[in-house]
């Protein structure tokens, strides 16, 4: 049902013309921004990432805004953000920054996490400040609304391009019995969660009524391991694991700019948020069984 009522265009957000020739057949009534060039992939090749992450973010703000605008009611804009927005100078102020919430650590240092922190930013201007100077700017406006996610670890999707991937690239080689070089230090730490937990909580922050909200960008979480305790957790399901350390010292250094992890009472108290998957629920009722499935 849901295919046949959907229609897929293949195209780039970073091509104007063609996201301007896509509106013009339809109506955008509500706007989900899922595009973007990954961390890792981000600082391979900044240029690009900022013409996607960014420049096409601008695109599609500003056709939301004109369809806000034509509609005369509010067009509701979903972006994913990321731990990759937050930045923090050394390990040592990492580690005395403990739980981070939406408004310390800004100062990211890749270009993922740049590009992240800027279209937050552009969403704020979009809804509450776009055409600011316009006599008849009227009343309908862009809702912007940001969850900025911890690394998210997917059963079903083979990691790639992504700085917090070491967490799921040890399940995946785990359940496939092909050895694994971690590139972090074993007690490089992160906050994490499952895909269906992160699907859960945009879907709930989309369906939750405006005047509930005190933010557009919210912190969401679920459990924060230590790359030694990812591997143990990973081996408890296979003893036989291949797991080593390599540290790449670049990458590194990304995640030591990443709090350990995130504050996300806020969605708890606004929307109410809470994760489906613990660390242990995470292993034992989703991934573990699903990569089994997937693998053999």
């Known amino acids: ?3 046949a ?11 104007s013309e063609f996201v301007q020739a896509l509106a013009s057949k339809h109506d955008i009534g509500e706007v989900w921004h899922l595009a973007a060039l990954l961390s890792s992939s981000g600082e391979r090749n900044p240029e690009l990432a900022l013409s996607v992450n960014v420049m096409g973010s601008g695109t599609l703000l500003k056709l939301a805004a004109e369809s806000a605008r034509r509609r005369g009611h509010d067009v509701p804009f979903m972006f994913p953000s990321t731990i990759a927005a937050y930045g923090v100078e050394s390990l040592a102020a990492k580690l005395a920054a403990g739980v981070v919430n939406e408004d310390e650590c800004g100062d990211p240092i890749t270009m993922y996490g740049l590009n992240k922190r800027a279209v937050e930013e552009m969403g704020r201007y979009y809804m509450r400040h776009y055409r600011l ?8 406006r862009v ?5 900025r996610f911890p690394g998210i670890i997917s059963a079903d999707t083979v990691p790639m391009g992504g700085t917090s991937d070491y967490g799921p690239e040890m ?3 785990a359940a496939q019995g092909k050895p694994y070089t971690c590139f972090v230090r074993p007690d ?3 906050s994490f969660m499952t895909m269906p937990d992160a699907v859960r909580a945009l879907v709930h ?3 939750a009524p405006r ?3 005190s933010r557009q960008v919210y912190n969401v979480t679920a459990f924060a391991p230590t790359a030694a305790q990812m591997e143990a957790k990973v081996r408890e399901f296979f003893p036989r694991a291949q797991i080593n350390y390599a540290p790449v010292e670049a990458r590194q250094r990304i995640v030591d700019s990443w709090p350990m992890d995130l504050d996300d009472s806020a969605a708890r108290r606004d929307w109410g948020w809470a994760p489906v998957h613990g660390f242990d629920e995470a292993f034992r009722d989703y991934l573990v069984p699903a990569v089994r499935a997937r693998y053999g």
């Open 133 to 140: 100077l316009d006599a008849d700017r009227g009343t309908a």
């Open 1 to 3: 049902a849901v295919a």
């Open 171 to 173: 399940l995946h080689a």
């Open 211 to 213: 005047s509930r909200l």
């Open 5 to 15: 009522s959907t229609h897929a265009y293949c195209g780039s957000v970073a091509d």
């Open 143 to 147: 809702d912007f609304r940001s969850i």
């Open 205 to 207: 922050l989309a369906q």
């Open 188 to 190: 490089a730490q992160i």
